[in-house]
């Protein structure tokens, strides 16, 4: 039995450094900081001055990065990398970024992270031109077009390197409908780009000189490398020898940052959009704790994800914060099917209720969000079996009423708990005594808003609201997701 | 480069079932539980009403016992197991225990928790009366023992089963000196002693009317199964298809728990020895802000080991609890030669300071030890580089200045930091503004004692004062201790 | 150290089967009896009426189609499959065929055995089109060719299923250059198709009314099915429900069949172009004791491909044949490095001289090629050391004086023994008392012609003349072939 | 489907080297060159002046052995090695000699062909005696012989370095019943032994000054090294620094060579006990001719083993000798389990009939032997769709009516097809028009024999005639034999 997953999940995490003896070797640390965006694959392609050098591996990054000889051999002063979580379906090599490919002007290696709304379309305009794809990654699509793409008239400045290779890429990001955080790279130059609406992070770091583009800023502070700013929404730059420029060719949108990223995804080290997670996560316990108080003894984290807004909680309702919950750290990701009179196994391989202090007590427990459910019944059930009087559950997001097509791997909607049910059928279902979760405005406030504008809201929130700021081409159409493929493929 | 380890390690926990239907895959689940005793490797031995099955492989449990085939070829309805830590040189299948060995009686299975002192002694003799030693285990003396031993007269309750095969067992185990908790099963019975001084834990339990040994509770809990009581030290149980018989043949000595399964060994969520784990270590947190208050404005934990009582420092001081430094979740056990650049790399694989909680303030470091110190000088200089204005530590043990022989891996005497410094030294080597260890009174008071007796101290806490209850007789005569072997072999 | 590969190697075999419910088990046992022919890599796809299902790995056929598991994913009634040498550089999966593309008419799975000599000039038109290459096979220009291809008029009987995508097929072989012989499949149907000189064998079989396409026939005898007919240079066969539609749709040529595949590529139990190839080797020998007698005490072949010409050579002279060389039949593919001491160990793994037939005696050596000579050397330097008064060596080729570029593994041209000494100058480098090689028109003779017709002779024999009979574009032109790539990847 | 093993099996080989620089690398060659003795298995154990060194693996000597680096930790100038067969049940590595073990006088390593007719006995004594048995070899009862030994009074020149270790090993050889040829190694010296019936091969070679033990001369060629002498039967050879010693402490009995090395185990190229292996088999196959004469257009071995009784036979008989089934080199040792529909696909995994030369000829076939009649059916029926008209079959060895006990993988009695079946009988089994098999005394006389003595026959041929030389004590008793275990393990 698979550990249950239920939670939202991430979907990739990438990350480049332009111009760095030691290129490969960073890479590989930062994807390890980044792996909690994603542990289903990870891949490096690097640059030597002559050629690319690729590996691709599944698992996480240090199974197979931490050896001396594949970092070797990924030779060159520029790299990029990128990790991913599986989605559905046979988890291929093939389907593991960076993707490589050869075009007229040479190699390009790209890493993304985010999802196309319009690759289905996209790949079947494609696939009736002649274009032949390899993997079942949305990403593919962006590869083709630059492939196909024409020069458009000059818009760059002169100074630039390889003017119509950028060309051609903006020519072929401007036809993407989506989300996109991503990193290239040429024989020339390293190019990060983030889609208008800048729904993905991507931060600007230096080391030693050489610039680097990461998914969060806490793939910097592993390497000690200086977080320099985010990219900005719809910005896409260039880093070559002459340095970084920045470019602007799409026109400007209200940005959509993800608030889910502050929620759960997103390190809490990272700072992110300019705010630090951990302190967004206590201030929505603060929060919590004023829009849904409760008289009990302690706050007890759901770990890990639950504590930052669990201390928040427990320090604004002046209550004793408690590990009542005690995590295994020797988790794999795969255990025995549960002899059948094994209760909740599955969370009980993950945590275990910490009997003498929660006995004969009433418990807030904290957790980051509800998806599916599941997991909160099995831990509610093995917190009262280990004697808690009362519990209490307080969530540190909204209800989760609407599913991500944006680059986070959600359960279809008709699976979220919130998506049919009031809070106190949920409260039912899950076996407390309250219920609450933090209200979209509180939310909004823990980030640093006012409040929500509910006209242009300052985040994208759909999860939450049901509120999609970018169109779900494939989704309206009908047309198969272009992950589909007449292919079934192992290894 | 392997992750600093830069910690005390226990060095084995044991499990055993007798009687239920599902005995390995409960077995597999409480190994699991128990991982944080011993990561190297683990084995299971069950025994299905005719034959023996053994298996046993490097790694995590859930690296290999997650197979269902592997369970399913264990079968029986009682089964034994062991996890374990490499010591020195290489780690071998061979050591992996359960070891198993067949007799004039049929075949017996044996688990081990603990350390002989006199090891080497007891091999030197065996061999020269024809023994043939296949591992380079103490163990493995216990089982020549069994296997050499005569019978000695009577002295165990007629209704026992296999009395003969009982005086034998006891017979070996009044020859050991050391410690030991010990899980050992044959054709007809399942057997737990714990060495008279009770030095590792050992505990029963009771699932399904199946009973369970296990090295601590949280490996009960996990099955869903029922506490019964704690072995007592120099207890030996019989456990057959009659019930539990109960044996007390050792003279009687002041028992001598080691104090260190509260500081570092257990499981926060065990209860050892009476008492729950978590609130010790809090207890210890809360004492030791009386004990060395400081004036600063938050108590940030090392996670994980430190965070119990940086909740009863911070509880205790009136200070907040914060989350100073993120621990990354997905480190595996080895990664890249550090690129020459990086600072303090093996720290970050693991942690990073959360610069904007910490940048500007006055920080309670707390940590559980301090061993070598490595780790605690690059932790605070991350630390300091993240902006902490001031940096004082407090560390939930007493200063470590002495080796331990009694089933602990933990570095030689003159590597310990505390073995031939003042507190004033180790100060200014850690590069703190403040440092200070409880007390070993107030590490006595928080496990619920009044004081440390300093005649006859109710624990083993030879690692911080020298003071050794149990003869180190291999290492007092100079002989070469038992792990030595004429062969090395790998696989 | 790799074993030393002193032979020409053929590059490719190639397998199909439609309409049979046990398609892939088929494949998969064909391939194993074409392992000869390629021993890198394998792979099968089928279709089973949904969806396309594919499976690849590096090392032979019984490596890893030997699973049942492996075989049941790939269900279907119709699949295809390819065994594949190595070239020169990185062994990668991406590589090894057949390869799979979607179009817009659907999925296509293609394994090609032969060479394009044009595949450098296609693929750099192609990529300059926006095509993105992601294996280094010339087989790829294949299928982009496919899919870029634009429906010509038709030519197709207008019964055939799916006229659009076979004419697309067709334009795409008609852009080709060089040699093939390859097997196709779609939804709908399977494709057979060979170039219009007919460089490369394949032949048309039939098991329980299904019938399939194999590189030779002893792939249809493990089978148990029934030799139909060779596919006819030029010729395309369409085989689907229906049943099978031949095509001819290119100008007619001089056939140029490759001699070498009577020489050493098909086994010697195929039967190739009407001819047993047994029994061509058989009189090769035959030829070659009449062209080159010798005064001799035994005929001793180089096992084992040199057995059959030996038989032939001793019943022609009245010589017994003797097994002086003993084979090990054990040997991996790589082994130990030599230690310094040791002459000629590697062909001691494989090779060993039985001193008591032939110490003291007149030896004929009877070998089927020299490619290099370095394997001559050593083999004859044993013989000698083992005793043998005079060694006399029989080659059952012409001297290998040019490099094959038709989907053979051949040496420089600088590299051949032959390219630039004289019979005697060989004779002195290997070191026999006599040396000769069958003359170019006893070869010819051998398989069943009156003799090399001088103007345009029968087979293809560019290997022993130097007249290439298909134009080497991209050699000549000093293109890049397609092999190289910007990317360098493993795995 | 594993393919069928339809032959006698050798349990093992055996080779050591005292004294050179690069002792580890010559013994995985030598071990290389000894395959065919045993493929299930293989190790080395060497002594670099302080300490044994081991690796054990399953699979080819060249799977394992072929890695330098496992080569250059096996440090030393004296090695052993070892490579067997699996006898029944779960292969393990614990079974995977040469054993080690730790006595009072230091390490011994001990790798030994043949079996212990009394092993049974043996370790029901010792482990009554409270020896412990880790492998369910016979050997291991050997090791514990040696490590209970008492010295008993001298018999051995006093040179000899460590008289009394090898007082105590021979001591423990005399209490052995059954077969050996064993190589073991101490601090000191290596040794080789025979037991007084010679039943197995053991010969004495020299490289370079250093003395080698091995099964065979064929493991002598591949290094180069000369062949000294057989060792003879029961001898001990005691090599060291000053070279060779002999003794002969035994009885002297009426020697007893295995005539079923001539037949199939030894290889053919090897030399034993003086005579040339392919030789005999080829008078084998003249003595055949003579006695079972047959009117037919050629002789067709079965391959690999009955060629040179087939060339013997051609050559004799005034007939062709041809290659009428020919051999696929790449057969794995598993595969695909057979689709139904193909008839005989075991033997087509291995071996193809070569339609062409057969068809509508009269072939005699030639196997070595017959063992259960299921290949040789399967083979005949093969040659015969091939379109053989008429199939006589010519065995190289006397019916096989009696299993070994004498280190032979044999079948029961009631499973071999003579054991209760007239040669018509089994005629019509096999489906030939004739069948023959060499006589007893042809094939004493093909060994160079006048006739065998029916009262002490100069060879051990149990298999041929139930005349067991040695006891068999287990078998005899009822005992069980020393492979049962109590222990079920993998890995």
Redesign the interface.
Known sequence: MALPVDKFREECGVFGIFGHD?AT??V??GL??L??RG?EGAGIVSFDGK???????LG????H????KV?A?LRGRSAIGHVRYATTGGTT?RNVQPL?????F??LAIAHNGNLTNAGALKREL????????STTDTEAI??LI???REPRAMVPPATASPGVVLRIIEALKQLVGTYSLVAMTQNFMLGARDPYGVRPLVLGE??GALILASET?AL????ARFVRDIDPGEIVIIDESGLKSLKPFLPVSPKFCVFEYVYFA???S?VEGT?V??VRQRIGAELAREAPADADMVVPVP?SG??AA?GYA?AAGL????GI???????R????P?A???H?GV??KH??????ITGKRVILVDDSIVRGTTSVKIVDMVR?AGAKEVHMRVASPPTTNSCFYGVDTPMREDLLASSRTIEEMRKYIGVDSLSFISLDGLYRATGQQARNPKTPQFCDACFSGEYPIALTDFLSGDQPAQL???????
Request: net charge negative; hydrophobic share 40%; proline share 4%.
């Open positions: 030691s070797a960073h590989a640390l390890h900081a792996q909690h542990q050629q690319f050098n690729a590996e691709r591996s996480l990054v240090g199974d990065f931490n050896d001396p970092i051999q090599l490589f490919a050869e075009f007229d040479g190699g696939v009736s031109r002649g274009c032949i794809f390899q590869v083709h492939a196909t793409a080391l030693d806490c502070d592993i390497l000690g390190r809490p080290d700072i630090n951990y302190e890990d504590v930052p201390i320090h004793p914060f408690e590990l005690i995590r295994n750290h020797y988790v794999g795969t255990f025995i099917e002899a009179q094994i209760r196994l009980k391989l275990n209720a910490n009997r003498a202090t079996n493929s007449l292919l079934s493929e192992r290894g």
